[in-house]
């Protein structure tokens, strides 16, 4: 079973920044990585994916704010977040969509509070 390690996230005042990392157990090389988040009540929504050529969407609300990007040679994807805001409180999950089935990281908090 591929293993994805999170890491970097934590208790940040509105307006700060996180960086989120994940690295997998195998390559990356071909593979297109996500990153999903779920609040308490709502639904898990993407919040941005990566393709294998680096092509890149994100969720609206974090457009401008967030960057996912992907280092092949480390097996790993970040996401960058800037001037967070309360409703990006969630846990954030590191995804990889291998064959025959994604895999999924344990799950990392991200909470955004005076």
């Known amino acids: 079973q591929v293993h994805l390690e999170e890491s970097g996230g934590g208790l940040v005042q509105p307006g700060e920044s996180l960086r989120l990392a994940c690295v997998a157990s195998?390559?990356?090389?071909?593979?297109?990585m996500a990153w999903y988040r779920q609040a308490p009540g709502k639904k898990r929504e993407l919040v941005a994916e990566?393709?294998?050529?680096?092509?890149?969407n994100y969720l609206g609300s974090v457009e401008g704010r967030f960057t996912i990007d992907r280092d092949n040679a480390y097996s790993k994807v970040s996401l960058e977040m800037n001037n967070l805001k309360p409703e990006d409180s969630a846990v954030y999950y590191c995804?990889?969509?291998?064959?025959?089935?994604?895999?999924w990281g344990q799950g990392i908090q991200v909470t955004v509070s005076e």
């Open positions: 995804t990889a969509r291998f064959q025959p089935a994604d895999d």
């Open positions: 990566i393709s294998r050529g680096g092509i890149t």
């Open positions: 195998r390559s990356i090389v071909g593979v297109v």
